[in-house]
């Protein structure tokens, strides 16, 4: 697999709480990807990062923030986490125009 | 924004059975990817499709996309328990800074009866 370290692994935490999950990748790939999984849904795109300190929105960005300070980590924010974003995450890493490689994910409660 | 059908959503089958689910796009796609995810793992690619009309063969796994670009199905032979897991398909965007953009099938449960 490649080299994608998501953390934590599990959360539960208060709704209004701040909750930042972390990406951090050893394959040197300029494209990374926050996806979040919920049943029905499929995965969809939460932002991702052309590059360090260069982000775009996916089509779930609402309530959701990211940053890139360096090419092998890439932050999701959640400034006040609401219980509808109780969830999977997922961080995905891509050469380009290449197929994408997916973290173990990270499973988020929020009561 | 783009939409990606899939269906089944569930199919439940007899192990050495076929299975096939299928992906419907509202969109001509530049091309299509397919993933697969185990239970309680994460997605892993397993082919794209780029040309009309491709049919593409992975051992029991056969891909195929369609004439005009906006469907796309695969098809698994002879089912075996270690094919369990749910299948994605994912259409892939051209973004504006080099890289694909993917909006995800809702994905189609595979279960195998031994």
């Known amino acids: 697999d490649a080299g994608i370290t998501q953390s934590p692994r599990h959360k539960v935490t208060e709704t209004g709480t701040p909750v930042t999950l972390r990406c951090h990748q050893t394959e040197n790939h300029r494209y990374m990807y926050w996806y979040r999984q919920d049943p029905g849904h499929g995965l969809r795109l939460i932002h991702y990062?052309?590059?360090?300190?260069?982000?775009d929105k996916g089509e779930v960005s609402d309530g959701y923030s990211v940053s890139r300070s360096k090419t092998e980590d890439f932050l999701l924010t959640l400034e006040s986490a609401t219980s509808s974003q109780t969830s999977v995450y997922f961080c995905a890493i891509s050469g380009g125009r290449q197929p994408q490689h997916f973290g173990d994910g990270t499973r988020l409660s929020i009561l | 924004g783009q939409q990606v059908m899939q269906i089944p959503q569930y199919q439940h089958v007899q192990e050495g059975e076929d299975f096939t689910t299928y992906c419907n796009s509202s969109?001509?796609?530049?091309?299509i990817q397919w993933y697969k995810q185990r239970p309680g793992g994460h997605p892993v690619f397993l082919i794209q499709?780029?040309?009309?009309?491709e049919v593409k063969k992975q051992k029991r796994l056969t891909f195929q996309f369609g004439e005009a670009k906006k469907n796309s199905s695969l098809h698994i032979t002879a089912t075996q328990t270690t094919d369990v897991g749910t299948y994605f398909c994912a259409a892939a965007l051209i973004s504006n800074f080099g890289n694909e953009k993917l909006t995800f099938g809702t994905g189609t449960r595979l279960t195998i009866i031994p």
């Open positions: 990062s052309y590059g360090v300190k260069d982000t």
């Open positions: 969109t001509t796609l530049s091309n």
């Open positions: 499709l780029v040309k009309s009309g």
